[in-house]
């Protein structure tokens, strides 16, 4: 597969395109999380880092280094200083090393990794790379196209084929490639001989998340340790009957919901708190004094009582995990049904089960509706479902497990949220410096006349942002109407999420008239700004936009500013407003109730210390520098504590479908559990609850 000429052509329609780790597909990609592999021993989260730690058998302490990262993009990123020092034969041996490293991930992983190529089909199988037509393909044709060599991608289909005509021996006795000084940590590595049960590839008896021989510290912080080892105990299997888990635990049933659980319809019980959900953390308390959005209870009394224990769901949402057990009497929205758990149902065991991915797609089949995505699973319904049923003391052993485990991860979580919060202080510190001050420490200064910027440097201006800038606020949503032309929107999340607005990002598509999409075109040096919001906090976030980018349009909620380029640079424009001090403005000037939100009289009146254009040219150029390992640390940060979910994920579909088995589990002295502590497991960005899914009464 090293030849020059074997570059191939895919359609995206008829082909299985994998690009990110989240899609339906992401799980083939070498930077998928939640695939183990073990190799003499050895814990190895990825099949990237088994692959990049192969190409130092000569550095065994690079192999540690590469492998004891988290995040497999930070592995690979590690590898790099090192590249020129990669066995000489590497590019001679790196397609078979690959194919070896595919077959360890298949060996170790033959639940999960089988029923995925299965389920690819005849079709091929592609790895959409915006740079690497080697090992993927690269888009053409406006996306519907893609060419490349697509190494991996026909390593996958071969081993796809394997999977097909061998079964289960496709992933036994998985000899190294025969390639001189194949070594980990300076030892041979060796054949790896398939494991019999299915539990037995999920873990080991000794180790961590990290592995016993691997435990390396990520970065100079002390983590706390993820994940405490289980002890396995030896049991038998059987079919179950079903296509999501084809097989469990002997003493396990298959049993109908409507056998664990009955239907619980009472209203009328003004005084219980109100409850939602949370998508990662089940059902809660809300917190009616601290909402981003007041709400008025207008119609409590059609609220449903969940008493404590009872599982609560909500019908629209319960395929994206909207569901969970009461913690105290209280009530739910109408939206929702509400279930009680017989003597033989842990409702906490089903509430992790039905947050599985697995189980979520079966929600969706029994879900019925006119839109899909908004499908519901009324009780008659979801009492028709099957569910597995371990003995019960079995499912109360499970959930002492997982909230163990779950505090061990929350703790993890919150130790990396702690440190991107101190990344991104040290961040904006270093730019409100350097938009108020510049980069002479010795320059002479003079009062700015404004209260909060203080002084500045002698020769600055001191402008008003409608003395350099065009502000435009826009009223652009995503409906589009048959006069209008299609466009794509940059939306409030695009410029929240992102410091850059580019043309390779995955905008909606809508439509506009021509006299907005005349007035409201992307062009380079422009700043967007968030101008509403349901928190003032949250108001004034700018991104810069570095090219001209037709057809994509300004949305609604957000303001552009058109910068007069021969005063201010876009980007220089967009550091001075990113700066806390400005910032801070716009978030005293934001007013509202429900949402907040900025005028265009206050964006144009705001003021920015201006230096001359030479000096702002320097100045970016310095605070991309400086801000570019921090940046670094903050994206490794944020990819760990995705890495960690995935795992997470991963760890309770296999325990609560009895892949792992947890019967020989025993709290040790770090197992606590402290409630308020998982709540680190949500996020605050990502984390859906009843209230923001419009369930509860304005």
Known sequence: MSGRDQSRTY???????FLKTDEPFGGLSNMAGGYPIHVNGVRILTSEALYQACRFPHLPDVQK??????????????SKPYRKDSRPDWDHVRVRIMRWSLRMKLA???????ALLLKTGERPIVEESRKDDFWGAKVVDDGDMLVGMNVLGRLLMELREQVKQQGRDAALDIAPPDIPQFLLFGQAIEVAVGLPTPQAAAVQEQGSLFGADTAIAVEAEADPAPVVPVKTVNQAFRASGLPWVPHIPEGWQVLRNGRLFGHRVETGFPDLPILEVSLRTGVRVRDMENLKRKQVMSQK???????????????????????????VDGLVSPAYVVVKPYDEANSSYYSYLFRTAAYMQEVNKFSR????????????SFKQMPSLVPPRPEQD???AYLRAQDAHIARYILVKRQLITLLTEQKLALIDRAVTRGLDPNVRLKPSGVEWLGEVPAHWEVAFIKHIADVRFSGVDKHSYDHETPVRLCNYTDVYKNDRITGDMDLMRAAAT???IARLTLKAGDVILTKD????????????????????????????????????????????????RTAQQFHVLATGVTRFALGKHDVKNAVIALPPVEEQKAICRWITDECQPLDDAIARTEDEIKLIREYRDRLIADVVTGQVDVRGWQPGPDDVVDDAALAALGDDQEDMTEEEDGDGED
């Open 301 to 327: 009394e059609k609220y449903k009582r969940a008493a404590k224990g009872d599982i609560a769901y909500n019908m629209m949402r319960m395929w994206q995990g909207a569901v969970g057990p009461a913690p």
């Open 65 to 78: 280094l590469i492998i004891g990262q988290i995040s497999p993009m930070t592995a690979k990123m590690r």
């Open 11 to 17: 359609s995206r329609k008829d082909s299985v395109v």
């Open 369 to 380: 509706g006119i839109v899909a995505d908004r499908n519901r699973l009324y009780w008659e």
């Open 514 to 516: 021509a006299a907005e």
């Open 397 to 399: 052993q499970i959930v």
């Open 108 to 114: 170790n992983n033959w639940n999960a990794f089988s």
């Open 533 to 580: 919001s349901e928190t003032p906090d949250d108001i004034g976030v700018p991104a810069w936009v570095p090219a001209d980018l037709p057809g994509v349009v300004c949305a609604y909620h957000l303001g552009l500013l058109r910068p007069e380029l021969d005063r201010v640079l876009g980007e220089f424009l967009f550091r001075a407003i990113g700066s806390a």
